[in-house]
């Protein structure tokens, strides 16, 4: 990170899983179109389109993205002084926060850019994350593989990150399919290929 507040604008054609890791920098996500799971603690948190995260540095997380999702990000170093929040969660959006993110994916100009940052960096410092597990995030946070709490595009992705994680612990592909899809080969090879852009 070369600056002290760098913003960025990403999106995801498929399912995209970050490894649970420390955060490295205090960030600011706003989903800009589609839907992410954050896990925090033992429980994770699905944030939607138009809805603003705040990951502070050093917070155990992970992401997984769901397909066509399209994120910004603002990353405030730690070398900045600023009292920024040390709680994650989510954050109720402003006129002026929702301007200057609207503003900022559309800025050529990397001098209107920082003053743009340098008004955000404010305004996050006097934001109060907060944490709710609602019925939906409850439900996923407790999902299983065989279990009915979660449906659609959701579970598809639920399924599909057992799958990977199961993968990536050593276990052979036909043991997944056994174990995921009841050795259904076609339908297991065809989820991940759509959902992760690539077989197991």
Known sequence: MNHAIDFQSNSYDFVTITARKKTLHNQLIRVEEGQVIVRLGKNEYLFQ???????????????????????????????????????AGHIKTTPLTSAILDRLTTASSDVIKNDLLQVLRHEVAAMSPALTLDSTSENISRWTPGSNTVSGELALVLLVREARKLKLSGKKPEAICEQLFAGNQAQFQQLTQNLLGTEL
């Open 49 to 87: 389109a138009g809805e603003l995260f705040w990951l502070p540095f050093d917070c155990l997380t992970s992401l997984t993205i769901l397909p066509h999702t399209k994120l910004s990000t603002v990353k405030f170093s730690i070398r900045l002084r600023d009292k920024f929040p040390g709680q």
